[in-house]
């Protein structure tokens, strides 16, 4: 049975993809549009929802910069898609001081698109998809091991969830 959850776990992540950088929207949403739109990035991995109250919360520390408007755009979408991830291993100093390292070696979009990439190459290796875990990218800083410790961290909680989520399932339907 082991195996069948497994192979409903590779299901599940063979279709989770982080959106590319140019497609999060730049038009300037509102909160609960900014809700919906992370949300739906993460509905394959559960336990991965942000709520206004988060970003608020996240506004007011200063891990994600003010609204502008009442608006939010791609550079406020990019740090709370990476909060999402990061906040279930990190705290939010850590977070806001990651924001602050990666700041100085990258911009926000190249640091984006290691987040997307890592969130790939680590996903598929922790989930049994490849056997090695290859580096990303040419060049190389605190910042992105960090980032990539904090993914690998990441993707292992997620397969714990998954897997337990799905057992509890498996042992309710035999009840």
Known sequence: ?????????LEKVKRFRLPEYETIPDVGLYLEQ????INDCFKQVPGMEITGSMISNYVKQGVVGKSIKKRYYREHIVRL????VAKSVLS????????VMHAEVYPDYIAYEYLREEMLNVGEYVFGLKDDLPEI???HSDAKT???KTIIAFMHKIYVDMHLELEREKRESAK
Request: charged share 15%.
């Open 1 to 9: 049975m082991e195996h069948t959850i497994n192979e409903q776990i």
């Open 34 to 37: 900014v809700v919906q739109y």
């Open 81 to 84: 898609i990476f909060s999402v």
């Open 92 to 99: 939010l100093d850590n977070i806001g001081l990651l924001f």
């Open 137 to 139: 990218g040419v060049t």
């Open 146 to 148: 960090l980032l990539r």
